[in-house]
């Protein structure tokens, strides 16, 4: 192998890059963007959902409840109407996510006694959004419900203590809940997953589609110098991206970095590592540009997207697809992400991620070297 | 006319499946991708490992613990002793959750007092963390709610019979069981026929044009329009295709319910699939390699799947995020996805949504066809 004729191969490369202007602007521009549209785009946190109300009972303690509804940040109500087919319409066509409706003899039943029952229409079709509305709603429910309990005992003479138990929740790690501080430190996954793969397996897939992967193996270039020459202008790329992701992420999101930007660096190199591997793989095996991308999403961007942990928690995932996660590399970048900037893990306690990302590392590296020695063949 | 049409379209579709690679990649990816979809896109959370440390060792802190070991959603693991233990445990990522209860609780409730429950949630998933938060505090909520009745039952047991109290009813439509799956699942639909379309369309004329095919048909009498409609057709018919293979998997694996009418998701996939050629026709028209045109296929891919309400509601979103959200047309057809697959709905709900797609594929289109009348010029 000779250190001039890899270098050679490189600077074709670069040369090749610098003139393509638009794979240049995904270098550059791609990283902030996906940043920007995880960073705000992803929020689970609701609040001011639009309710609609319909109270049939028009009473000072059926506006009472509903003051207790308009006073809660959680909702918003959007509108009072005075038909069933309203609140059901309106839940339809989405112009509210929930219909309270108040039952025509509920101020009557509460000074007669015994339970009253408030509906709570809920559209479900999001269950998240779902979930948090019909907890909030109880929540303002029984709030009221505790008072008027208390205001009738207390006018019958009884005197009672309420009962309250408070939440006291501390939020480690991330002590805000920004879904941003979460979010973002995977964005780095992502991004090196599309420079890794996607751009490589095109640029190289292009080559022998044109025919032109063949001329320059025609010349004394070995095959090892032809990957490493090609790859490496990538790999610079890659942690150059890195670099941009990690000050985004510190200095416009404000996500706390906790570890060693020593081991973000080593870390993030071994997954380009894996996914560079993954790429020219991909493009030796696929015999066109547009098999390539495809194969290049489904292998590389898919898994770093939905089963590495970025977005969906993998111990809520079916057991089977678990164990899938696990021969997955981007599972355990993201893992080291998130402990790094988030937990603050030291190097030594992240072995359990370290270790199989540099098993995957060698073992795609190998895999790649050894099909593109077979192609030539 | 009709004569060149079929002769283009006979030559397009022996072009595109005639490789065998390409006619996998129509099928299985899609089918792969909705297989993990509805696995890995859960918000749901089940089982969340919890840690408890009861300092008070009464009556009331168990009652209040055996409320989260009954429940599904918390898997209560340990008992612990020391309150190091909890940080410990969720720094190595064994728990999720650490409930404490200090000596006392039992006490304050008793006086009337506000009784803390400290909870210690490790926030690195913030989703995870949110509804776990909210399912602790309807927990909490439920257990102060039935000790007071307790308590009331035992000061003034001839009150209970006619005390008032208000409960609430709720009613989750259309998605009764709030699963995740059937919020994602249609929604899938949606954005892998986008990823399909757009790209399949902007290769097929990238890649006549990138290997001189393109000036080889032009020179025939074929007309511009005709060529058009030509390359879109296939596509259009393969998008067609592939909706329905989708939208089986998830209806006959999934058990999504189809409650509207197939009449009216035709109606809104035809609109959709018009709108995608005409983004992947305009891509095809400012690149000149397929390398540019998936690179500028992915910059638009992704906003327009992050925007448009597919896994993230846009009403938690930044106001230009929500306002650059009615630009895409994925916005659209994900509520006529849901709106016919959970509500049931149709065209008297749906007509602004088709109405808007059919807008943005007439425009797109004719942009597309004047962009690419200039090109081949």
């Given at each position: 192998m000779s250190l001039t004729r890899l270098m050679a191969v490189a600077r074709k490369e670069v040369i090749q890059i610098l003139r393509d202007s638009r794979s240049l602007m995904i270098v550059v521009i791609m990283p902030v963007t996906l940043m920007l549209l995880f960073g705000y785009g992803i929020n689970l946190d609701l609040k001011g959902l639009p309710v609609y109300v319909y109270d049939r009972d028009g009473s000072q303690q059926s506006q009472d409840l509903l003051k207790r509804f308009q006073a809660s940040e959680y909702f918003h109500v959007a509108r009072v109407v005075n038909s069933y087919p309203a609140v059901t319409r309106a839940l339809d066509d989405g112009h509210a996510k929930m219909g309270i409706v108040i039952p025509w003899d509920f101020s009557s039943r509460l000074r007669e006694g015994g339970p009253v029952q408030v509906q709570a229409l809920v559209d479900a079709t999001d269950d998240n959004t779902a979930n948090v509305l019909i907890g909030y709603a109880q929540a303002v429910v029984q709030g009221y419900s505790a008072e008027i309990q208390l205001d009738w005992l207390r006018e019958r003479g009884e005197t009672i203590q309420p009962a309250a138990v408070s939440v006291e929740t501390r939020t480690w790690y991330n002590e805000d809940l920004e879904s941003s501080a979460f979010i973002v430190p995977g964005v780095l996954a992502l991004v090196m997953s599309v420079i890794g793969a996607f751009l490589t397996s095109l640029t190289i897939a292009r080559e022998w589609e044109r025919g032109s992967m063949e001329q320059l193996i025609s010349t004394p270039v070995s095959a090892m110098e032809i990957m490493l020459g090609k790859l490496a202008p990538y790999f610079v790329l890659g942690i150059f991206d890195v670099i941009v992701c990690a000050v985004i992420a510190i200095y416009w999101f404000h996500v706390p970095f906790r570890g060693s930007y020593l081991t973000l660096l080593a870390s993030s190199a071994l997954f380009m590592i894996v996914v560079l591997s993954l790429g020219f793989f991909i493009s030796v095996i696929a015999k066109s540009q547009f098999a390539a991308s495809q194969i290049a999403l489904l292998v590389t961007f898919l898994p770093a997207f939905l089963l590495s942990g970025f977005l969906f928690s993998i111990d809520q995932m079916p057991v089977a697809l678990q164990w899938i996660t696990r021969i997955l590399p981007a599972r355990y970048y993201v893992s080291v992400l998130k402990k790094i900037f988030l937990?603050?893990?030291?190097t030594a306690m992240l072995y359990a991620d370290l270790i199989p990302l540099a098993i995957f590392a060698v073992m795609l590296a190998l895999l790649a070297t050894r099909a593109f020695h077979k192609r030539l063949e | 006319m009709f004569g060149r049409l079929k002769q283009m379209l006979i030559k397009e579709f022996i072009q595109t499946l005639r490789d065998k690679r390409t006619r996998v990649i129509l099928i299985v990816p899609p089918i792969v991708q909705m297989l993990i979809f509805g696995y890995a896109a859960t918000f749901d959370i089940h089982h969340v490992s919890t840690v408890v440390l009861d300092l008070d060792h009464s009556q009331e802190s168990r009652g209040l613990i055996s409320r989260f070991t009954s429940s599904p959603y918390f898997d209560v693991q340990r008992q612990l002793t020391d309150s190091r233990q909890i940080r410990d445990l969720i720094d190595r990522g064994q728990a999720t959750v650490g409930l404490e209860i200090d000596a006392g609780f039992a006490q304050k409730l008793r006086k009337g007092e506000t009784a803390p429950l400290q909870v210690i949630v490790d926030a690195t998933n913030s989703n995870t963390a949110l509804i776990a938060s909210s399912y602790i505090s309807q927990i909490a909520l439920g257990f102060a709610r039935d000790y007071q009745q307790d308590r009331i039952y035992r000061i003034a047991p001839q009150l209970m019979e006619a005390i008032p109290s208000v409960e609430l009813e709720q009613r989750p439509w259309y998605n009764p069981g709030l699963s995740s799956r059937w919020f994602f699942v249609p929604g899938v639909i949606g954005s892998l026929t986008l990823v399909l379309v757009i790209t399949l369309t902007a290769f097929a004329v990238v890649r006549e044009r990138e290997i001189g095919t393109l000036e080889q048909i032009m020179v025939t009498p074929i007309r511009p329009a005709e060529f058009i409609l030509g390359k879109t057709l296939p596509f259009f018919l393969i998008g067609l295709f592939d909706v329905s293979l989708i939208a089986a998997v998830g209806t006959l694996w999934f058990q999504i319910p189809f409650r509207g009418h197939i009449l009216v998701l035709l109606t809104g996939s035809v609109l959709f699939l018009l709108c995608m050629l005409g983004v992947g026709l305009l891509i095809s028209t400012v690149s000149s390699t397929q390398q540019q045109a998936m690179v500028t296929a992915f910059f638009f891919i992704m906003p327009a799947i992050s925007f448009s309400g597919f896994g993230f509601p846009i009403s938690t979103m930044p106001q230009w995020m929500q306002y650059l959200?009615?630009?895409?047309?994925l916005r659209y057809f994900l509520i006529v996805l849901r709106g016919t697959y959970?509500?049931?709905?149709g065209m008297e709900i749906l007509w602004p949504q088709m109405a808007a797609m059919a807008v943005m594929a007439v425009s797109l289109l004719t942009i597309a066809i004047l962009r690419f009348h200039k090109a081949l010029d």
């Open positions: 937990k603050g893990t030291p | 959200s009615y630009l895409i047309p959970l509500k049931g709905v």
